[in-house]
């Protein structure tokens, strides 16, 4: 494998790793919650249809990142993650139906 292969394909698993898509369909629910409470976002839940663009409008809806690099990296991944979340529509069509949406912040039922 040459360096110039290894560099690529480390760059685009390190890409992959943070979109939003990829941390909706493929991690556990709570995994995406908990990815997003440590963004401080503001949503308290997102659709499983198009749950990547979701994903990336809450790091969005979240306080200030001090140092500026996250908005331009989530603004890329937005284009990846409609391309992405277009291609798994029918299965998160299904996941919608059957789970409902993904909670972020969740209260304990008061009984």
Excluded: H
Aim: net charge neutral; charged share 15%; hydrophobic share 40%.
């Amino acid at each position: 494998m040459s360096i110039k292969m290894a560099v690529s394909s480390g760059a685009l698993s390190l890409a992959m790793a943070g979109c939003g898509t990829v941390s909706t369909v493929l991690q556990d629910d709570a995994e995406a919650a908990q990815s997003l409470r440590r963004q401080k976002t503001y949503c308290q839940s997102i659709p499983r249809i198009y749950s990547g663009l979701a994903f990336d409008f809450c790091v969005l809806n979240a306080p200030p990142d001090p140092t500026g690099v996250l908005v331009p990296l989530v603004l890329l991944d937005l284009a990846l993650s409609g391309t992405l979340d277009t291609m798994v529509l029918p299965y998160t069509i299904y996941r919608q139906t059957v789970d409902g949406n993904i909670p972020v912040y969740w209260r304990p039922s008061r009984g």
